[in-house]
């Protein structure tokens, strides 16, 4: 767009180049929403480098059976310290740290409603992601026992009791999470607040972009559901320091009590970490099919409609557990019920790509390798929702392929197409197609080596979470592949890795518009100024960027 | 109609800037009609109110767990002591009292508030603390007398264990509204405080203290009425 100058040198100009210690000091104090986005989605990559390191390590202890690479000890606390990392201080910082970048820009709003509350959000996450990885050396305590959580990133009763679990590292575990989950609280109540009171003239509620609305949809879930799992770990907190009985069997507590609580949090939680993924879809999807997005009030019922049945299906974690066949019924339909506004979703996408003018972009590529993994981790888990199937493979291999090709084929696939779409928005720097087509058919390659064959050797019988296995139950060779996709997966991060830092120091500024977009973020300049906008922004439809290119045919001649 | 205001920020000026291609509701609010723009700024609530009404959902699922794990166990306990040999309704009902009757002299603190007569503020939001306090203090008296005459700690049974952090919790909020309410009192009598400018923040935090309140009522109604059935009657 020639209409957009650009205004980078400014906006560079309040960084400036007054030193290292200078620069620190102002990203340490900055309420700024864009730099708090920035250092979110920063430290959630770092929290996913070490998660990664631990995934390799466990990989390859299973690469042959009866291997002694690691100890069945340490093979413990790395499947607990992995996902608890991936699910808290990756998912979770990563997609709120789009959201708060993104959200004040695209509804046209100079800052979030609490700039400062804001800020303590994320300082309280990166201190409760310390405070986790603090237990690799105060764990031990007086105690001298234990090092790092090790009862699985869901640490069900009664394995986090005091008996069972000596030491101090689930309290490292309690504490960590618990403060972190403090910040996700107070990021949902600024979205909330500034999505239902800041938006800039004419942004209805339904105009606004769909990422807006699913970031809405999650800090609702966030506030509905974060305080349950605070609740729980205050409870285990009670039992582990003064001697409660809440999830303790031996004074008639329960250990099932904990699960519900858990995972009343825990699947909610799931669709926290793919709602922002399919606001990124969304708004990758339409540009680069050159189409407005195809059925946006069912898009938006939809997200609403998720919402509140993800709030009723969590006991289907649990079927194994020994509830009523009853509940079990009740919550194989709601999972059942809940795979329709997902479906409607998916076909919204291939309508808003059919008959496009698709561009095969980094972005859109990772937007297509989500939706054709989502789709598969889709189908496995409403095989999963079938109760006597449940029976058969959970806690198996087939689990922990389905809900990796949800979270890092879905999730992580559209972080990665974030990441591309909106680089230049941050950095007003493209990042290199070609690196970036590199990254996407090697990871996607190296991830369906290691996780489909975790389908096979699930249905074989592989339990998840053990750390060896013998080599005559027929898992060696799928174990194997799983393996060998590992070290292209890191290729294909390492790859990224370079890619940003390369277009960090030597990258050519694009533009503000570098993909020819139609939402409010790409109307300031890239990157934009700290207050975002000079003007406060008008618009009159859901594409005002169209409006503004097309003046002869706006959109809102067909809203 | 603003669809004028965007063609007039990209035509009529030529190339106004990237960061305001879209025109401005403050530069060029002419452009937009005055209807449109009144209609737009009537429906965006505060942000202030949607803070606290979220923190608010929130506490409410937080004590829902609570509340959910002190049902999930009465009556299970097969060793005492329960409910109904050691919780007694008479001092709990004045307490209740106390607490509910502070929701109302808030509500006169504002009222005198809106209407600028601070010393009356004052004087309502002192009465409101007392309550408060008397309530605390009745809630540390009948937990003095279950510690002392009855051994119950949070380690003794599962009723000591749901009942402490479920009545607990409660109470924590209590103190936290009660910090709060002094501060403001306290900063009202060093003449911070200005009837025009503070009582929406004021009103806000009378909010929290009604959130407690009515949590009182659910804690009350799960303690005292259903968890505290008489043997055999019980669940």
Excluded at chain 1, 43 to 53: D, E, N, Q, W, Y
Excluded at chain 1, 111 to 119: I, K, T, V, Y
Excluded at chain 1, 336 to 341: E, G
Excluded at chain 2, 147 to 176: E, K, P
Aim: include cysteine.
């Amino acid at each position: 767009m020639s209409t957009l100058t650009s205004h980078t040198a400014q906006a560079n100009d309040s960084i400036g180049d007054r030193g290292l210690m200078a620069r620190l000091h102002q990203w340490t104090v900055t309420v700024d929403h864009k730099r708090l986005g920035i250092m979110y989605v920063g430290s959630g990559l770092l929290f996913f480098v070490i998660a990664g390191i631990q995934a390799t390590l466990m990989r390859l202890q299973l690469i042959a059976p009866v291997n002694d690479f690691l100890t069945p000890d340490t093979f413990n606390r790395l499947f607990t310290m992995h996902g608890t990392t991936m699910v808290f201080l990756v998912g979770m910082p990563v997609l709120l740290g789009f959201g708060n970048y993104l959200v004040p820009l695209m509804i046209g709003a100079r800052d979030m409603a609490f700039p400062r509350l804001n800020a303590f959000g994320f300082w309280l996450f990166i201190f409760g992601g310390l405070l986790l990885y603090y237990s690799y050396i105060g764990s031990a305590g007086l105690y001298g026992a234990g090092s790092t959580p090790d009862a699985g990133w869901f640490m069900y009763a009664p394995l986090t009791s005091r008996t069972f679990s000596r030491g101090n590292a689930t309290d490292y575990w309690i504490l960590g999470i618990m403060v972190s989950g403090f910040g996700s609280m107070t990021t949902a109540v600024n979205l909330v607040a500034t999505i239902f009171s800041m938006r800039c003239p004419g942004m209805t509620l339904m105009r606004m972009p769909l990422l807006v609305w699913m970031m809405i949809v999650v800090a609702v879930l966030i506030l509905a559901v974060m305080p349950v799992l605070t609740a729980a770990q205050v409870m285990l907190l009670f039992d582990r320091s003064m001697g409660a009985h809440f999830f303790d069997p031996q004074h008639d507590g329960s250990a099932l009590l904990w699960q519900h609580l858990f995972w009343f949090f825990g699947h909610p939680e799931v669709y926290i970490l793919i709602l922002p993924a399919f606001g990124f879809i969304s708004e990758i999807v339409p540009v680069f099919s050159r189409k407005v997005i195809f059925g946006y009030p069912l898009m938006v019922a939809a997200t609403v409609a998720i919402c509140f049945i993800s709030l009723g299906v969590w006991a289907h974690h649990m079927f194994v557990a020994g509830l009523s066949p009853f509940l079990n019924a009740l919550f194989a339909a709601s999972t059942f019920l809940i795979s329709v506004p997902t479906g409607i979703k998916i076909f919204n996408w291939l309508g808003t790509m059919w008959g496009g003018r698709i561009r095969f972009d980094v972005p859109m590529l990772f937007a297509t390798g989500f939706l054709s993994l989502f789709i598969f981790g889709g189908l496995t888990g409403i095989m999963l929702a079938v109760v006597p199937f449940d029976w058969q493979l959970s806690d198996s291999y087939f689990v922990v392929g389905h809900f990796h090709y949800v979270l890092i084929g879905g999730t992580l696939f559209g972080i990665f197409g974030a990441i591309f779409y909106w680089f230049p928005k941050a950095f007003g720097k493209k990042l290199d197609e070609r690196l970036g087509k590199w990254t996407f058919w090697i990871f996607l390659i190296g991830f369906t080596l290691t996780f489909f064959p975790m389908h096979i050797s699930g249905m074989l019988g592989m339990p998840r979470r053990i750390y060896t296995y013998q080599p005559d139950r027929g898992w060696e060779l799928w174990n194997l592949i799983s393996t060998i996709g590992v070290p292209l997966q890191i290729l294909g991060v390492l790859i990224l890795v370079w890619n940003i830092l390369r277009t960090l120091v030597r990258g050519k500024p694009c533009g503000d518009d570098p993909w020819d977009a139609w939402t409010l973020e790409w109307a300031t300049s890239s990157p934009p100024p700290e207050w975002n906008f000079h003007e406060i922004p008008v618009c009159t439809s859901r594409r005002p960027l169209w409006d503004l290119k097309h003046p002869d045919d706006p959109d809102e001649h067909y809203e | 109609m603003s669809s004028a205001a965007i063609r007039q920020g990209a035509g009529g000026a030529g190339a106004p800037g990237g960061a305001g291609a879209l025109g401005g509701a403050g530069a060029r609010g002419g452009a937009i009609t005055p209807g449109g723009a009144a209609r737009d700024a009537a429906w965006r609530p505060s942000r202030g109110r949607l803070g606290m009404a979220c923190l608010i959902f929130s506490e409410s699922a937080f004590f829902c767990a609570f509340i959910v794990a002190y049902l999930f166990y009465a009556g299970r306990d097969r060793s005492g002591p329960t409910p109904w040999q050691v919780l007694e309704l008479p001092p709990v009902i004045v307490n209740s009292v106390a607490l509910l009757s502070s929701s109302v002299t808030i509500v006169f603190a504002l009222a005198a508030l809106r209407r600028g007569s601070v010393n009356l503020f004052r004087g309502w939001m002192l009465a409101t603390i007392l309550l408060g306090a008397y309530f605390l203090y009745g809630t540390g008296a009948e937990w003095a007398g279950l510690l002392r005459d009855h051994q119950l700690t949070i380690a003794t049974n599962l009723f000591g264990t749901t009942f402490y952090s479920l009545v607990g919790f409660h109470a924590f909020h209590v103190t936290v509204g009660l910090l709060l309410l002094s501060l403001t009192l306290v900063l009202s009598l060093l003449g911070h405080v200005h009837p025009q400018r503070d009582h929406g923040r004021i009103d806000l935090l009378s909010w929290y203290w009604h959130f407690v309140d009515v949590v009182w009522i659910f804690v009350f109604t799960t303690v005292y009425v259903v968890g505290r059935q008489p043997p055999g009657g019980g669940s």
